[in-house]
């Protein structure tokens, strides 16, 4: 069964102050590996996808990384309005590229 | 472009009533998913549909039942709704013709369903 681990829970960052979250998976042959954000009250936004271990993907102040057995999402001198719920989410092969998704990581930037 | 679009956005139900949420996307995607997500949960695959006039079981499907007549409307049904089927409720789309499987989900704005 696919397993998707997300770390911390809960983040607080001063603004300017960078840190990482972390997504652990156990999935039977990944296929990809996605991270999305997510606001208060929205659907989740898409923000990358990675396909192979060593793969980076940048975006303003984050940047994504995977390894085989993880993926780290950067965030570099972040900005309050950073603040988000950030959700990862393995695809493993299959019909219809069903995604398993982690809990999240709810991050609050301050001034 | 719409993108997802998803009808109601909030609603109270009482139990054993039905209702039916309505899912929609403009983006032509052969692929359609309806979730839910609860608190500490992560998002929890009710049923998808890979193409028009298809349907399929996901991780949670009990209580629920989905149509897809139109390739461009997933219907998800509660047809005598329970508390535990209390949630958000998230419908996703997702194109398959131009890169195969490496086409990511986008998903709609969420429908707040609370059954007392």
């Known amino acids: 069964e696919d397993q998707v681990t997300q770390s911390p829970e809960a983040l607080r960052l001063q603004e300017g102050e960078s840190s990482s979250l972390n997504c652990s998976y156990t999935?039977?042959?990944?296929?990809?590996l996605f991270w999305y954000r997510q606001d208060p009250g929205k659907g989740p936004e898409f923000l990358f996808t990675?396909?192979?271990a060593g793969e980076e993907k940048e975006k303003e102040r984050l940047k994504a990384t995977l390894t085989k057995k993880e993926s780290f999402l950067h965030i570099t001198a972040p900005k309050p309005e950073d603040s988000a719920t950030y959700l990862c989410?393995?695809?493993?092969?299959?019909?219809?590229?069903?995604?398993?998704f982690g809990t999240g990581t709810r991050l609050q930037v301050t001034l | 472009n719409a993108g997802v679009t998803q009808t109601p956005k909030f609603r109270v139900l009482k139990t054993g009533q039905s209702m039916t949420l309505l899912c929609a996307q403009d983006?032509?995607?052969?692929?359609m998913y309806w979730y839910r997500q609860d608190p500490g949960m992560g998002l929890r695959l009710i049923h998808y549909?890979?193409?028009?006039?298809?349907?399929a079981k996901g991780e949670v499907p009990d209580g629920y039942n989905v149509s897809r007549l139109k390739k461009q409307n997933f219907l998800l049904g509660l047809e005598s709704a329970a508390p535990s089927q209390t949630s958000v409720y998230f419908c996703?789309?997702?194109?398959?013709?131009?890169?195969?499987?490496?086409?990511?989900?986008?998903f709609g704005p969420g429908t707040r369903l609370l059954v007392l």
């Open positions: 996703a789309s997702r194109d398959i013709a131009r890169t195969g499987w490496r086409e990511t989900q986008y």
């Open positions: 999935v039977s042959g990944l296929r990809g």
């Open positions: 990675l396909y192979s």
């Open positions: 989410a393995v695809q493993a092969p299959g019909t219809a590229s069903k995604l398993t």
């Open positions: 983006m032509n995607h052969e692929y």
């Open positions: 549909s890979v193409g028009e006039g298809t349907t």
